[in-house]
């Protein structure tokens, strides 16, 4: 099922870690409406990097998937309202967040991490905050800004 032009339901809610643990990763109604507002903001951060491939690495996590993947507990994975990706055709990924960062393309946070960019988008009717931030590694803390 395509959600938007280049971006599938499944792609969005595929989760590696849910198919390696046998765990349901299956999106409800409302997660779907969720990942679709996921994929409009990717189509915008796909014109804005050229029309390039992107390769997501995880959109939806069910919360037991989350646990399982050692996911922070508030995060906007599980409602599917967040989309970590590549795009090694555009540049690294802190050549695309610091892209994003500069485009006026909505989000509530966007966090360059250890290999992968995360969009998070705010929950229906909640205003986005626009907060970018750097992770370096797993355990590392939070930085604000994107630092590469
Ligand atoms: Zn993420």
């Given at each position: 099922m395509t959600i938007s032009e280049h971006f599938t339901l499944k792609e969005l809610s595929f989760s590696e870690a849910a198919a390696r643990l046998g765990l349901d990763n299956t999106p409800g109604r409302i997660v779907v409406a969720n990942l679709a507002l996921v994929a409009a903001a990717m189509e915008k951060i796909r014109t804005l990097l050229g029309d390039r491939p992107i390769a997501v690495h995880s959109g939806y996590r069910s919360a037991e998937v989350n646990r399982a993947v050692g996911g922070?507990?508030?995060?906007?994975h599980c409602h599917g309202l967040a989309c970590d990706f590549v795009c090694p055709a555009f540049g690294t990924p802190a050549e695309v967040a610091l892209a994003i960062l500069k485009s006026d393309i909505e989000y509530d946070q966007l966090i360059l991490e250890y290999g992968w960019v995360h969009v998070g988008l705010a929950q229906v009717g909640l205003l986005s905050r626009r907060e970018a931030l750097t992770k370096r590694s797993k355990l590392a803390a939070y930085e604000s800004g994107i630092r590469s």
């Open positions: 922070v507990v508030t995060s906007a």
